[in-house]
């Protein structure tokens, strides 16, 4: 393959969930935000016309809760939080176009429209809801969950309460058999594979009809015509997918990036995603977004991150003590994307020594510092080449290859995998060939052609490490001297072999990674 994505200059709008504003981010909310943009920063080094999106989820009973509980206005509360979000997304060094706070008035306007044409299509009608909810999920416990509920060991059950009062309600049961018929004709809707069975039997069990608003509190957009209804947080919170677009004002906008390409989400909330949010588009007659992919959830030290346990990571923390990049890799290298996992101090520090600077840091170091010691800092040119030297190249390219099918799949650990066995042959190339030797001998055209191969493989694998640890891609394309941004690069052209440039003046500095 070796092209990545063929469709140039083609929009591409990827998003990550909104946050809960009750609470400061952890590295869940990290670990979403990070796979996400590894997607946008990929499909716009294949030259994609990426939109990314993310903000935050502002209302509902539970920010209201939080927010009477340390004695604050609602909004008073949201407004402390996501600044940390805001600058979180900084530091880790996310690529987001907008950040979207579902209490703008942009916003707002949006969530009416959605309702009135669900409204006008016949799909909303006034009635009562008498059951359990959790307010924490906020979710409204359906009869199979609540028994389960009761087979759960206390301390691990959700706290549920029980509710009645009157609710407008969307017709969800009139979408049982089009939202099956839609998984089984797209059946790229919900990713990965494994995660497609268990929406499909809770749809295939048949769909009660959704209550889509409250009227035993009030922080949320109130229904237009009956201002005692706040709509369901759940209804106001997928909207905002679109409202970041365009909807319902900005026609070209909308059209352009409308249908989301992916919507990233961690397991916990591919039920609102996969049967919820595409029976609302369906109703309200627009196109349903392309994936939505669904990853698996940390634990930390086997237990689940929790504020009660006192367990919980704080990302700041981590990208302090490692380094952003470190934490950005060791995210997306430790766990196959879909998978849970654990986290642990001890699995950073074993991939840092391991792979960034063992691998990656010390291929870059001992090569600049050849370049630097035996051709005066620039790039030599090559002469002759040779079989050992055209080995390198085919495995270039083919490691290049994988990785783009394992992007294109969202299989991030396995491109990570492609890369690192592309690095471990270029330092055992270096092993092989002994550059030092060559100087020492003075094979002078030998040597050259060595180090210019070697060059240009860190050229390729500066561009395959954007995605995942930017600044890392950048520095090291800085110290390769390359004189056009790395911004300015496009696969598959920037893919091809031997666009390095004799010449160029590279500086080896200091150490990529550090070992710990
Ligand atoms: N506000 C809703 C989303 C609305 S989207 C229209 C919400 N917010 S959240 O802040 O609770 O969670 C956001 C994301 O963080 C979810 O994708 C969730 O899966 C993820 N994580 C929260 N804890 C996590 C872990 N321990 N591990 C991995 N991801 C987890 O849900």
Redesign the pocket.
Known sequence: MQQGDQKLGKSFYVTT????VNDVP????A??TIASDVMARYKKLCGRDVYFLTGT?EHGQKIERTAKEAGKEPLQLADEVVVRFQELWKVLNISNDDFIRTTEERHKKAVTQIFKTIEAKGDIYLGEYEGWYDVR?EAYITETQYEEYLQMPELKRPVIEKVKEESYFFRLSRYTEPLLEFYANNPDFIKPEYRKNEVVKFVESGLKDLSISRTSFSWGIPVYHNSRHVIYV?FD??T??MTAVGYPDDDEMFTKYWPADIHF?????LR??AVFWPAFLMSAGLPVPKTVFA?????IEGE??SKSLGNVIDPYKIAEEFGVDVFRYFLLREIPFGQDGDFSRESIKGRVNGELANGLGNLASRSLGMIEKYCSAKVPSPSTINPEDDDIRRHALKALENYNSHMEEIAYSKALVDIWDFIGFTNKYIDDMAPWALYKNGETDRLDTVLWTISESLRLISIVIYPFIPASSELLWSKLGMKSGLSSQVLPDAGKWGLITPGNNVSKGDNLFNRI
């Open positions: 969930p909104i946050y809960y952890h590295i869940g909310h670990y979403t989820d999920n759940w919170a997928l905002n997918y989400v961690g397991k916990d909330i609102f995603h990853h698996g959830w940390w634990t689940k991150m």
